[in-house]
């Protein structure tokens, strides 16, 4: 397990997001202090219980298309490792860490293989792609018939780059999915390489393995094609998710006393601040999450009131996360775990 605790991505954080908040209260810190201890504590616990429902949401898609592949594993168990995966997710460049630990964790608590379990990864991966790309268009439409944010010509650069590198990975992953032969290229490519520089040995041991992961993946990835309804299913149920997130900018708003702000225009600037986030190299999307809610939050909002509402916002959408799956982590997982079917 400890492979997956990178003390060094953990640290790095946790100095870059005291750097920005020094920054941020730097600017206006008696009137920054002064609009967060005047927060309404009500608003401020439904943009938590948001998150922990955005949470749940994403545990239940999850689960729903490993229970195609295997009864062995309960809505709760993927609850818990939703939590702790927000800490690996939160620690790692572009949220990287987070599958890779799911896979993990699922390969030593069920009876499932790799290449099912990677397969299930991947296909709950295209869901929550292809919804936010589906929601980011749905949002580009209603600003191009009635614009409700103030688009500068940086923010349409952004929106148009983020939404063009979210198509980009969509496609790649469906022609790695769908096509095993491109499959099996790239894999081995990359085998070949790994051989090269001597990380991997064993040439013809590990190809063998390799091949047999690539069938199995491949065969698993039919599911969404062969299952409709799963792929419907959770369609509906990451855009129910992803609105609850979004809304979380609206309850930190009312919370410090914004009243002209609706849902509506609260959802599109953080689904635009979303596009940021998806494509800054740092965890967490330090400096681009803030960055960006700024931007598109302008419309609304200025000054130390401002800053105090992207701070919560902030807070809430990424550090009770850190900190909930920090402590799942470290207190729900034994080191020593043992898979099940060995």
């Known amino acids: 397990m400890k492979k997956f605790m990178n003390r060094k991505n953990f640290i790095y954080t946790m100095v870059l997001s005291l750097v920005l908040l020094v920054f941020f209260l730097y600017q206006d810190f008696i009137n920054i202090i002064g609009a967060l201890l005047h927060a ?12 922990m429902i955005f949470w749940f949401l994403e545990a239940q898609v999850y689960y729903s298309i490993l229970r195609k592949y295997t009864t062995d594993i309960s809505l709760g168990q993927m609850f818990k490792l939703t939590l702790a ?15 890779p630990f799911q896979i993990y964790i699922l390969n030593n608590e069920s009876k499932l293989g790799l290449g099912e379990i990677t397969s299930a990864s991947v296909q709950n991966f295209i869901i929550y792609q292809v919804t936010l790309v589906i929601y980011c268009l749905l949002a580009l439409g209603i600003h ?102 979004y809304m979380v900018s609206y309850f930190v708003c009312r919370a410090l006393g914004l009243q002209d702000i609706t849902v509506v225009e609260a959802i599109l600037a953080s689904a635009y601040t979303m596009l940021i986030t998806s494509i800054v190299p740092l965890p967490g999307a330090s400096a681009g999450a803030e960055f960006g809610f700024l931007v598109f939050f302008s419309s ?35 080191p020593d775990e043992q898979k099940v079917n060995s």
Request: net charge positive; aromatic share 18%.
């Open 40 to 51: 309404s504590l009500p608003w401020l616990v439904l943009g938590i219980i948001s998150m």
């Open 85 to 99: 995966t927000q800490f690996f997710n939160g620690i790692t460049p572009f949220s990287t860490g987070g599958q």
């Open 300 to 334: 609304f909002i200025a000054g130390p009131v401002a800053t105090a509402i992207m701070l919560v916002w902030r807070f809430i959408t990424y550090y009770i996360g850190l900190i909930v799956g920090f402590l799942v982590f470290f207190f729900g997982y034994k």
């Open 144 to 245: 191009f018939f009635q614009p409700i944010l103030l688009f500068g010509r940086y923010s349409t650069a952004i929106i148009l780059v983020g939404f063009s590198l979210n198509l980009l990975v969509i496609g790649f992953l469906f022609i790695v999915s769908m096509n095993q032969k491109f499959l099996n290229f790239v894999s081995t490519f990359g085998l070949n390489f790994l051989v090269k520089i001597k990380i991997i040995k064993h040439k013809e041991k590990r190809r063998d393995q390799l091949l047999h992961f690539t069938k199995t993946f491949s065969e698993n990835m039919k599911l969404l094609k062969t299952e409709p309804s799963l792929l419907i299913q959770g369609l509906c149920l990451t855009a129910i998710r992803l609105t609850i997130f």
